[in-house]
């Protein structure tokens, strides 16, 4: 059975630290890991991974993938209130690319 | 204007109404899903589309059933609703072959979410 496992499951932090959230996942034929924002109603796309070890970078955000592993990391550092969100991860899998989602990690950010 | 709109965006119904969710696409994309988010389980494919000829059941679509009316829209019904589908729906699109430059096919674009609440 697919599955996309994230943690942590909630994070709570200040302005200014560096956070690292975890996705590991179990799919047949794997393609591309997704990482996504949810704030306050529909999810936004941030990043798309295919090949381990690139780092894709946006801002102060990074992603990384290790195939082998089968895991990928978000990074944020210098955090602000605005990063606060649920972080989605998600993995095609299955006929036609339905994408399956891990349950997210809640990041609070406090100023 | 918004790629992806859902109507309503909030719903109250009561026990054993039947109700249609609807969702509209501007992307020209073929393929279309419905999606559900539960507290604590993320988001769980209900049901999804690859064109008007093709649909599909995901991981819970007992209780539920679609309609692909045309590329651009694509319905969700609850025949008969229950509480335990109390829950933040979402649609999405996403373009099979995308375009050079563009971020890649899984890439999934979603509407704002309809938040329904069964009585």
């Known amino acids: 059975e697919d599955k996309v496992v994230q943690s942590p499951l909630s994070l709570v932090v200040h302005e200014g630290d560096t956070v690292t959230l975890n996705c590991s996942y179990e799919?047949?034929?794997?393609?591309?890991l997704l990482w996504y924002k949810q704030e306050k109603k529909a999810p936004t796309f941030l990043f798309m991974l295919?090949?381990?070890?690139i780092e894709k970078k946006s801002g102060r955000l990074s992603s990384i993938l290790d195939k082998k592993e089968l895991f990928s990391i978000l990074n944020i550092t210098a955090t602000q209130t605005g990063d606060s969100a649920v972080y989605l991860c998600?993995?095609?899998?299955?006929?036609?690319?339905?994408?399956?989602f891990g349950a997210g990690t809640i990041l609070r950010v406090k100023s | 204007d918004a790629d992806v709109t859902q109507t309503p965006r909030n719903r109250i119904t009561k026990t054993g109404k039947r109700i249609m969710l609807e969702c509209s696409q501007t992307?020209?994309?073929?393929?279309m899903y419905w999606y559900r988010q539960d507290p604590g389980l993320g988001l769980r494919l209900i049901y999804y589309?690859?064109?008007?000829?093709?649909?599909n059941k995901g991981e819970i679509s007992d209780g539920y059933s679609v309609s692909r009316q045309a590329q651009a829209k694509f319905s969700l019904s609850l025949e008969s609703a229950i509480p335990n589908q109390t829950a933040l729906y979402f649609c999405?699109?996403?373009?099979?072959?995308?375009?050079?430059?563009?971020?890649?096919?899984?890439?999934?674009?979603f509407g704002p979410g309809t938040r329904l609440l069964v009585l």
């Open positions: 999405a699109t996403s373009d099979f072959a995308p375009k050079p430059g563009t971020s890649g096919r899984e890439t999934q674009y």
């Open positions: 799919v047949t034929n794997f393609r591309s």
């Open positions: 295919t090949s381990s070890g």
């Open positions: 998600a993995v095609p899998a299955g006929y036609g690319n339905k994408l399956v």
């Open positions: 992307k020209g994309h073929d393929r």
């Open positions: 589309s690859f064109d008007v000829k093709d649909i």
